[in-house]
């Protein structure tokens, strides 16, 4: 049974349209295809960097939430090692994170694997990012609409602040991207990305970025609740 979204009439009308229903998928997989191609040297190239900088395995892969809410496995090069503390339990993600790790996040080269998603159809080039599957149960019903349309590789929320924005503002980025989605708009994201990769804008430290959804929705939960 199709997952039902509360939409607007002008998101409705996007996400049946014929673009979002066939040209953007076909556009993926002409791109995608094009770019393993293009880029199968760098690819193995990183492989063996990874391997020889953080050991095995080489990929990293995270279960997130699809079209539809279905879950789906995302695939990236790893950009943190597996050193645990005294008692086998895994170091904070920065302790771990290596240099070349942040060089890979930094260009958005961990991304690379990530193009068997788009080949598979479990992701788009443009669209709202992929998030963790844990984070169900918090979103407001009309910010369930990203999930309306296959996730991104980049987005517009990813272009307009990244990890610097709070999670009402990505969502509601998400959302007017579903209500605008067209060719020219995928072009325009796509441009903003390159401008963004080559300048590097909107990086920032881990001990810096936005709180989990989870966290931060549940607070603000536990807070309501206390008013009331």
Known sequence: METQFTTTDKQQKKINGIYNRFIKRAIDIVLSLTAMILFGWLFLLL???????????????????GRGEKPFRIYKFRSMTNETDENGVLLPSPQRLTKFGRLLRSTSLDELPSLWNILKGELSIVGPRPLPMKYLPYYREDERV?????????????????????????FSLDAEYVENMSLLFDIKVLLYTVIKVIKRSDIIQDDQQ???????????????DELS
């Open 47 to 65: 492989m063996l960097i990874v391997r020889i900088n953080m050991g095995s395995p080489v990929f990293y892969s995270s279960q997130r939430a």
């Open 210 to 224: 936005t709180a989990s959804l989870h966290i931060v929705r549940a607070d603000m939960n536990k807070q309501t």
């Open 146 to 170: 990203r999930h309306a349309v296959r996730p991104g590789l980049t987005g517009w929320a990813q272009v307009n602040g990244r990890n610097a924005i709070s999670w009402d503002d990505k």
